[in-house]
């Protein structure tokens, strides 16, 4: 029979897995409590770090309908769970732990698909979503910004061409 502490702890981590877009398994052994506040506070808004328990994690990960995480429910577990831009979250994890190597990646889960460590690691490196829009922005600018070119290329060749044609015509009065 479950202790009601244990299902309502279970309900809670479940409800975290749906309503997150992302999680990141780290293992935290090493790190003191003001690391972790550190930690807390470097996610900000786009995560929430909580530890947990790994047999309660499992049984809410298989509630929510995610799979893959077994694996990385060994030893002590806390959770990032990311609400905002995942990859924020994840440079942030990672920042954090090249400063303090006690923090270790252990995998996770994005939109549902489990994450290795080196996925998550990619995930990092990637450019943040502003500038990922700003890059598509410049370059929709710049293939509008040829067509137009092209467009307007034969009516100036035009234009050049009976310029010319207007010079030489001087150019030969003058001279008869």
Do not use: W
Not at 34 to 44: E, H, V, W
Not at 67 to 88: K, M, Q
């Amino acid at each position: 029979m479950a202790r009601p502490d244990k299902a309502a702890a279970v309900a809670e981590l479940t409800e975290r897995f749906r309503s997150s877009n992302a999680a990141v398994l780290t293992e935290y052994r090493g790190l003191t409590v003001a690391q972790l506040k550190t930690l807390r506070k470097t996610l900000g808004g786009n995560a929430n770090y909580a530890v947990v328990k790994n047999t309660l994690t499992a049984i809410a990960a298989k509630d929510a309908g995610l799979e893959g995480l077994d694996d990385a429910l060994a030893g002590p577990s806390a959770i990032a769970f990311v609400t905002g831009d995942p990859v924020e979250a994840a440079k942030g994890l990672r920042d954090f732990a090249k400063a303090n190597p006690a923090l270790v990646i252990k995998g996770g889960v994005l939109d549902g698909r489990p994450l290795t460590a080196a996925d998550i690691t990619k995930l990092a490196d990637l450019e943040s979503r502003e500038v990922l829009l700003a890059k598509a922005a410049g370059a929709m600018k710049a293939k509008l910004y040829q067509a137009a070119y092209l467009f307007t290329a034969p009516a100036s060749q035009a234009v050049r061409t009976v310029e010319a044609l207007r010079v030489k015509r001087e150019e030969s009065d003058a001279a008869a």
